[in-house]
């Protein structure tokens, strides 16, 4: 019945291969095209050291080197080829490992984004059917005067403020990444992916390349220090028409967001046109700080904290970490039982009642998690249903579709449950399923 519903909201990690390196075969190639295929055996030579050997990297160290150092030594990106929608073909690569190799390659387009660029690697077949699917990168968003970017010494760097008065569901800004990774397979975990990324940089305008390397990082090297910036700040989201393929996005604007454990802003990706939305999900005043999650909202407080410092390097003191060891306990009770009543419903345990769906709805706006408001609203709306109570279904419902398309917009996954759960009850599945 429901459960379809606790798998979507399973939180998905990539896993990790090292790769091995070896002079004994051809770790990278150039385009396919003709055109290129004359500079093969050059361009394959000196790409072997690249992956395979120690080296400086232009773009760290963030502790030695200044920006403009490392502008002054980025090198020029390859011949690139026209592909379409201002997109051009850059270099290509195959995983050495893989027993069935997959040919990734580069695509940039360094006008669009303001001005910014916009780099890509993914196969070049799923890109090409993503564009003429209806993927809509060429018009950039407005950039309204929304937000400032301060300093926020305590926080160890900078931090963005409200410039003016939200209210809950507005929209904040709308910004693309200037990188997109496909993130699917073991490579990307390796250094010959880490590298991949590498080339792919630098083929983005100096100043965004400048403004990736402001990022924060942290590790002992300088390819470690590189690695974490993009682990760090890469938000997941996939291509416009494939519902399988998992990518990695950066966006500098969203990186400049300081983390909350219940944060006073959502945001998710447009699949269709790569817009990270970033939208108020209560009242916001002038001057207020404006903050995102970097982990799931229902982890325990002890669990996020842990995470926050293995994975960005600080101990998170938002006002939720702040609380008092009694109201922590408290909180975590709260999600503990979130996630009892869930699977009590998804089990379609006879024993659930209403008591125990408002409780749920109750539970979640307690604890000011919106996407777990938007699912218990859902369930909620699903167990009146289900025993004829069609007058409670409504309201659930609207609820329910009121903070998924805050949280996700149109990609929320049930919102189509949500529209016959409103307009022909009864039509749904749900319909005296428990009578």
Request: glycine share 4%; proline share 6%.
């Amino acid at each position: 019945m429901l459960i379809k519903h606790l798998l979507a909201f399973t939180s998905l990690h990539p896993y990790i291969l090292q790769a091995s390196c070896s002079n004994s075969e051809p770790l990278i190639t150039p385009s396919i095209s003709e055109v290129q295929q004359n500079n093969f055996d050059r361009a394959n030579s000196t790409s072997i050291d690249l992956i395979c050997k120690p080296h400086e990297s232009p773009f760290l160290s963030w502790a030695q080197k200044s920006v403009y150092t490392y502008i002054d030594q980025v090198h020029p990106p390859p011949t690139l080829i026209p592909f379409r929608d201002g997109f051009y073909k850059s270099s290509c690569f195959v995983d050495p490992i893989d027993t069935e190799p997959e040919q990734y390659c580069i695509f940039v387009n360094p006008t669009i984004n303001h001005g910014q660029g916009m780099v890509i690697v993914t196969p070049t077949e799923l890109f090409e059917t993503s564009l003429g699917n209806g993927l809509k990168l060429a018009d950039d968003p407005a950039h309204p005067d929304s937000i400032k970017i301060v300093q926020m010494p305590e926080k160890g760097g900078l931090g963005a403020v409200a410039a003016r008065q939200f209210r809950r569901g507005d929209v904040i800004q709308q910004s693309r990444p200037v990188a997109l990774f496909a993130n699917d397979r073991p490579i990307w975990a390796t250094r010959f992916g880490h590298n991949i990324r590498r080339q792919a940089v630098r083929h983005l305008p100096l100043e965004t390349q400048a403004a990736i390397a402001s990022l924060h990082g942290q590790g002992q090297t300088e390819d470690e220090v590189f690695e974490s910036v993009f682990e760090a700040n890469m938000l997941s989201t996939k291509l416009y028409g494939d519902e399988h393929r998992h990518f990695g996005a950066l966006v500098l604007q969203g990186s400049r967001f300081n983390h909350a454990c219940r944060p006073n802003v959502v945001y998710f990706i447009d699949h269709e046109t790569q817009l990270m939305n970033l939208r108020a999900f209560e009242s916001i005043s002038s001057g207020e700080e404006l903050t995102i999650s970097y982990r799931p909202l229902e982890m325990d407080r002890e669990s996020r904290r842990k995470e926050l410092q293995e994975t960005y390097g600080f101990r998170c003191t938002c006002p939720h970490c702040q609380m008092s060891a009694e109201l922590g306990k408290l909180s975590d009770q709260r999600l503990a039982r979130i996630i009892e009543l869930r699977i009590k419903f998804f089990s379609e345990d006879p024993m659930f009642t209403a008591e125990d769906a408002e409780e749920l709805v109750n539970l979640c706006e307690t604890e000011k998690i919106p996407r777990c408001i938007a699912l218990s609203n859902l369930i909620a709306a699903e167990f009146y249903n289900s025993v004829g109570q069609v007058e409670e279904v409504r309201g659930h419902a609207e609820e329910a579709r009121n903070m998924a398309l805050l949280v996700d917009g149109l990609q929320w996954p049930y919102l189509d449950d949500l529209e016959l759960l409103l307009i022909h009850p009864e039509k749904h599945d749900s319909y005296l399923s428990r009578r």
